[in-house]
C-alpha cells in the first residue's frame, strides 16, 4: 500500500518504483539491522527454520565478474584484485559449498584470454544474467559476485525512476569508455536500473540470491600506500561533463524540493523484492572500498585482493574449520566489520540488504536463525555493555549467556553469563555473573553474541482475568466457566509470559468476557458496558471456545502488553526531554505532508504545534525527516495504531532498507495511502533518532506486530473514540513512565518523537463550488468587522462540554481568559495570521467541534464573533447574534493565537488529547 522509493549506497542494484500495476526494482543500499526482539520477551532459544520450506535438492550457480583491464581508461585506474577475487570466490563455492565446478562461470581478463566471449564486457555481463535467469529454478542458490569500478553519471532528463540527487549509479565493465562529446551517458556503462531489471527476472523464478558487490561510486577516503581505491570519479575520470552533472542536480532539486538544503545530496533508500534476496556491500555511501596485499604482515603468499572479497572467504573458511553452525548473512557481515576493527580500520564499512528472514538464513543454506546474534556484548576499558536496551524489553536484574560471535570455534558454547545492571534505552551496562550451574566468570571476549537465559520482568506484566459474568450480567454457564478456567493457564503461558492471572475482574487490566456463544477480549475499564453496545470500540478477537482459543488469546494479549509497554518507553524517554529533564545532543527535524493525489508533487504540509492532526481514510501522506547533526544517525519511524498494531514505516522491514542518516540528509518518504478502514481513532506516529555507531544502522523495524483484530459487526465508524480505553489513551497515552527508571544521561545518544494524528474512517470530504458545505472563505460582513475592527479579544476556550446558561461562557463556551488587542500592529498580525489560515484551506473539515479559541472584534456598532476549532478545521462565525455559514481553515494560526494569549498570562486552551 506504500510506495517507499528511498537512496542509495555505494553499489546499485537498481531501483524500485511500484505502481498498482507493475513494479521496476530500484535497488540501491546496504542495510544491517541487527535486532529481532519482540518488545516483552525474547526467546532463549533460536531455533532454525526452514527458510524454503518443504525440502528439495537444490542447485546452486554462481557468476563472478572481476574487470581488472579499462582498455579505453588511463591505465592508472586497472585493478588487479578482482582477477584473485573471482578465484578466491570459485574456490569456495567449489570446495566448502560443493557447487558443481561446471555450475561457475567466471568473467575476467584471464577468461577471456582463453576465450574472448568471457571478457567482462558490457555484453558479457548482460548474456550471463539473462541466462541465470533462464536456468534458476524454485529453491536453487545464485552466487553473483560483482568486482571491479563503480561511478556515477547524469540521469536522464525524463527519467522513469528519477534520482533524489538527479545522478545514476553505474557499474565499469572492461569496455566502459569516457564520456564522448554530447552524449548523455558513459558508453557501455551498466545503469542500476539494468541491474534491477536483470535481478528481478531472476527473483521471478523462486531461486535464493546471494550478491556481493565488491565497488563503490561515491565518498572520499585517504588510502594506504599500499591499497588501491575501487571508484572512478565521473567528471574527473570518465570525463562526464561538470554542465551535465550540474544541469541533473538542478532538475532533481525541482523534482524533490524538500530533499535538502544546503546539505549532501540525498542517497536513495533501496527496496528489494520481499524474499529471497541477500545483497553485501563493500561500504556505506559515503565511501570507497579498496584493494590490497593479503594476507598482510609480509607474508610472502600476499597477493592483491578486494578487502571485502578476501575476509569474506576468510570468515567462512575459518568457520568450516572450526565446526558448529555455519554463520548467517548477518553474522557474516558482523564479522568482517569485527575484522576490519581488529585491523585498526574505521572505514568502509561493509553493508548488507535483504529483508530480515533473509539475512538471518545460513549462508548458501536453507535454514534462518532468527534472534541469533541480535544482543551483542562489546567492552570499553572495564565496562561491559549490550546493544539492547528498555526499548527492546530488556530490564535490571536480567540475565543474559553469552556465547563466542558465530564465525568462530565451539559458536555454541556457553562461555559464562551476565547480569544487566544499568539499563537505557537502548543499551545496558552488564557485568559477570553465575547462573544456576554455569559458575561465574569474569574474564569474557571482548566481542561476543548473547543470548537471554531470565528476564526479570519486575511489574510490567499485565493482569488478565475471566469475567465471571456474560455481557448481560449473569453468570456463566457451568461448562463454559470450567473451560475458561483451564484455559486460563494456557493463555498466560509460561513462567516467562508478558501475562498475569488474577483472582477477580477488579484487579485485572484486560478481562475474557463470554458473549452468545464466543470469547471476547476487553479492556477492564469497560466493565461496565455491553459488547452489545455499538459504542463501543475496542472489543477484539472474537472466537469460539474450542481447543485453539487460548493459542489465540495468548497472541492477542501478548500484542497488547507489548504495544502498551512499548507506548508507556517512548512516553517516559519523550517527556522526559519536553520538560527540560534532559537535553538530547540528537536533533531531528520532522515534517508531515498531504497530497491531493499520487500525481501531486507539492502537497499541503501540517502544522504539528498543535499536537495532533486530523486525517482521512484513503489520505494520501509522506514525510521528511532531516537530520541537522554534525553525525549521522539511525532512523526508525513506527506506527502505533488503534488496535495495538506497530508498523514499520521506515525502514521496512520485509525490505531491508538503509536506515542510516547522513548529516544534513534529508530522508523523504515518498507519499502512500491511510486505510481507515483497519483502525480509525486517535493514533500515533514514533520517530526514533539513534547517534550512528561506526558499525552497523541501529533499528527497531522488529517492534513491528499485526493490528489485533476488531469485532467490527457490532462498531459504528462513526461514533470515533468512545470507550473510556480510547478516552484514556487521548489524554495519556504516552504520559505515563516505566516502573523502572530510565537513566538520563540515555537521551544523549537518541532522540524520540511522537506525532499524534486523528484517522476518521470516512473519506476526506471533496471540495464543492458554489459554496456547498462550509464557506471557503470568511462569510464578507465578518471579514469586514475583522479587518477593521477598534478592539479585538482574543479568547482561550475550554474544550470540554458547552455550558449553555454560564456566565462567563462564549456562544456557550467556557472562557479560560481572554486579553484585548490593543496594539494596532499586533491586531493586523493576529488577523493576517487568521486569514492566512483561511487563505491555505482546501475546504475540507471534520465531523467534530470542540473550540479552543474565539474571537471577538468590533468595528463601530457590529460585533463579529469567532468560535474557532483548529483541529476540526472549522470556525463558527455570528455577526450581531446572526448565525453565517462556517468557514474552513486549517491549524496554522494556532501557534500565534497561543503566543498572544501566553504573553498576556492567559491560561493557554487544553491541548488536544495525545493517544
Not at 542500476?192 to 556481493?212: H, N, P, R, S, Y
Not at 484486560?510 to 476487553?522: D, S
Not at 495495538?644 to 531491508?656: H, L
Not at 476518521?760 to 463550488?769: A, Y
Amino acid at each position: 500500500m506504500r510506495n517507499q522509493v528511498r537512496k542509495g549506497c555505494c553499489l546499485p542494484i537498481g531501483k524500485v518504483a511500484m505502481t498498482q500495476t507493475h513494479m521496476s526494482w530500484k535497488v540501491k543500499t546496504a542495510i544491517a539491522c541487527f535486532l529481532l526482539m519482540a518488545l516483552g520477551y525474547p526467546s532463549t532459544e533460536s531455533p532454525a527454520i526452514l527458510a524454503q520450506g518443504p525440502a528439495k535438492k537444490s542447485t546452486m550457480h554462481a557468476l563472478l565478474v572481476g574487470v581488472t583491464v579499462y582498455p579505453n581508461l588511463n591505465e592508472r585506474f586497472w585493478l588487479k584484485g578482482p582477477a584473485n577475487d573471482v578465484l578466491l570466490m570459485q574456490d569456495l563455492l567449489i570446495k566448502q559449498f560443493k557447487c558443481p565446478k561446471e555450475n561457475v562461470t567466471i568473467l575476467s581478463e584471464a577468461e577471456g584470454k582463453k576465450d574472448e566471449k568471457n571478457y567482462p564486457t558490457r555484453a558479457a555481463i548482460k548474456r550471463e544474467w539473462d541466462r541465470l535467469a533462464k536456468v534458476a529454478q524454485a529453491g536453487d542458490q545464485i552466487v553473483i559476485m560483482m568486482g571491479g569500478h563503480g561511478s556515477q553519471q547524469p540521469e536522464p532528463e525524463e527519467p522513469a525512476d528519477p534520482e533524489p540527487d538527479g545522478l545514476d549509479e553505474i557499474f565499469l565493465p572492461r569496455d566502459v569508455k569516457e564520456w564522448e562529446g554530447d552524449a548523455s551517458k558513459v558508453p557501455n556503462a551498466i545503469i542500476d536500473d539494468e541491474i534491477g531489471a536483470w535481478l528481478k527476472a531472476i527473483q521471478k523464478k523462486k531461486a535464493f540470491i546471494w550478491l556481493v558487490f565488491d565497488s563503490c561510486h561515491s565518498g572520499s577516503m585517504i588510502r594506504a600506500v599500499n591499497e588501491t581505491e575501487r571508484q572512478v570519479k565521473p567528471t574527473d575520470d570518465l570525463k562526464v561533463p561538470t554542465k551535465a552533472i550540474r544541469e541533473a542536480e538542478a532538475r532533481a532539486a525541482k523534482r524533490f524540493p524538500d530533499k535538502n538544503r544546503g546539505g549532501s545530496a540525498e542517497p536513495e533508500r533501496s527496496q528489494l523484492p520481499k524474499g529471497g534476496i541477500v545483497a553485501i556491500y563493500a561500504c556505506q555511501s559515503n565511501e570507497v572500498t579498496v584493494e590490497r596485499m593479503l594476507p598482510g604482515g609480509g607474508s610472502p603468499d600476499a597477493k592483491p585482493f578486494g578487502l571485502l572479497s578476501y575476509t569474506i572467504a576468510q570468515i567462512l573458511v575459518q568457520a568450516e574449520q572450526n565446526g558448529g553452525t555455519p554463520p548467517t548473512y548477518r553474522e557474516l557481515v558482523q564479522g568482517i566489520n569485527n575484522r576490519y576493527g581488529a585491523m585498526g580500520r574505521t572505514a568502509p564499512t561493509p553493508q548488507i540488504e535483504g529483508n530480515l528472514e533473509d539475512r538471518n538464513r545460513e549462508v548458501l543454506g536453507t535454514k534462518s536463525w532468527p534472534g541469533r546474534s541480535a544482543i551483542l556484548l562489546s567492552q570499553d576499558a572495564d565496562v561491559m555493555k549490550i546493544n539492547a536496551g528498555t526499548l527492546h524489553g530488556m530490564s535490571e536484574g536480567s540475565i543474559l549467556a553469552v556465547k563466542p560471535l558465530a564465525d568462530q570455534k565451539d559458536a555454541d558454547k556457553v562461555l559464562g553469563h551476565v547480569r544487566v545492571e544499568e539499563v537505557s534505552m537502548t543499551s545496558a551496562k552488564v557485568k559477570p555473573c553465575a547462573f544456576e550451574k554455569t559458575p561465574l566468570q569474569a574474564k569474557l571476549p571482548e566481542e561476543a553474541r548473547c543470548e537471554v537465559a531470565y528476564l526479570d520482568f519486575g511489574v510490567k506484566r499485565m493482569r488478565i482475568a475471566v469475567d465471571p459474568k456474560d455481557d448481560e450480567g449473569k453468570p456463566l454457564p457451568a461448562a463454559v466457566a470450567k473451560q475458561l478456567a483451564l484455559d486460563l493457564p494456557k493463555i498466560v503461558g509460561k513462567g516467562d509470559a508478558l501475562l498475569q492471572i488474577v483472582d477477580t475482574p477488579d484487579k485485572a487490566e484486560w478481562l475474557i468476557r463470554w458473549h452468545q456463544g464466543n470469547v471476547y477480549l476487553l479492556p477492564a475499564a469497560e466493565w461496565s458496558q455491553k459488547l452489545k453496545d455499538r459504542k463501543l470500540a475496542t472489543r477484539f478477537v472474537p472466537a469460539p471456545l474450542n481447543a485453539q482459543l487460548a493459542d489465540l488469546l495468548h497472541d492477542r494479549l501478548n500484542r497488547i502488553v507489548r504495544a502498551e509497554n512499548f507506548k508507556k518507553l517512548i512516553g517516559s524517554a519523550a517527556s522526559d526531554v519536553s520538560r527540560g529533564k534532559t537535553v538530547s545532543s540528537v536533533q531531528v527535524e520532522f515534517s508531515l505532508v498531504r497530497y491531493e493525489s499520487v500525481n501531486d508533487k507539492k502537497g499541503t504540509p501540517f502544522n504539528l504545534d498543535e499536537g495532533k492532526v486530523q486525517l482521512h481514510h484513503k489520505d494520501r501522506i509522506g514525510m521528511a525527516v532531516k537530520n541537522p547533526n554534525r553525525f549521522s544517525i539511525d532512523l526508525t519511524i513506527l506506527y502505533v495504531d488503534s488496535g495495538f498494531g506497530i508498523e514499520s514505516y521506515f525502514p521496512d522491514s520485509s525490505r531491508g532498507e538503509n536506515n542510516r542518516i547522513r548529516p544534513n540528509e534529508t530522508l523523504i518518504v515518498p507519499s502512500f495511502e491511510l486505510d481507515g478502514d483497519k483502525t480509525f481513532g486517535l493514533e500515533n506516529l514514533v520517530i526514533i533518532a539513534i547517534k550512528a555507531s561506526s558499525k552497523e544502522p541501529v533499528d527497531f523495524s522488529f517492534m513491528a506486530q499485526p493490528t489485533l483484530e476488531l469485532a467490527k459487526d457490532k462498531r459504528d465508524k462513526k461514533m470515533g473514540a468512545q470507550s473510556p480505553l480510547e478516552l484514556l489513551f487521548e489524554t495519556s497515552l504516552y504520559g505515563a513512565g516505566t516502573t523502572r527508571a530510565i537513566k538520563r544521561g540515555a537521551v544523549e545518544d537518541f532522540s524520540l518523537q511522537t506525532v499524534p494524528w486523528h484517522l476518521s474512517p470516512e473519506v476526506r470530504p471533496k471540495k464543492k463550488p458554489g459554496g456547498a458545505g462550509v464557506n471557503e472563505k470568511i462569510p464578507g460582513a465578518a471579514e469586514l468587522i475583522l479587518k477593521n475592527a477598534e478592539t479585538l479579544e482574543l479568547i482561550s476556550l475550554d474544550p470540554g462540554q458547552p455550558k449553555e446558561n454560564a456566565k462567563d461562557a462564549f456562544h456557550g463556551w467556557k472562557v479560560l481568559g481572554k486579553t484585548s488587542v490593543k496594539d494596532a500592529n499586533a491586531r493586523k498580525n493576529l488577523v493576517e495570521a487568521f486569514e492566512d489560515g483561511v487563505r491555505e484551506s482546501d475546504g475540507t473539515v471534520a465531523r467534530c467541534f470542540s473550540p479552543r479559541h474565539g474571537i471577538r472584534a468590533t468595528h463601530e456598532d457590529k460585533t463579529a464573533d469567532f468560535v474557532i476549532y483548529f483541529e476540526c478545521l472549522r470556525v463558527r462565525v455570528t455577526v450581531n447574534g446572526e448565525d453565517l455559514k462556517d468557514f474552513a481553515l486549517t491549524d496554522s494560526p494556532a501557534g500565534a493565537f497561543n503566543e498572544v494569549l501566553k504573553k498576556a498570562g492567559v491560561a493557554l486552551p487544553k491541548p488536544p488529547a495525545l493517544r
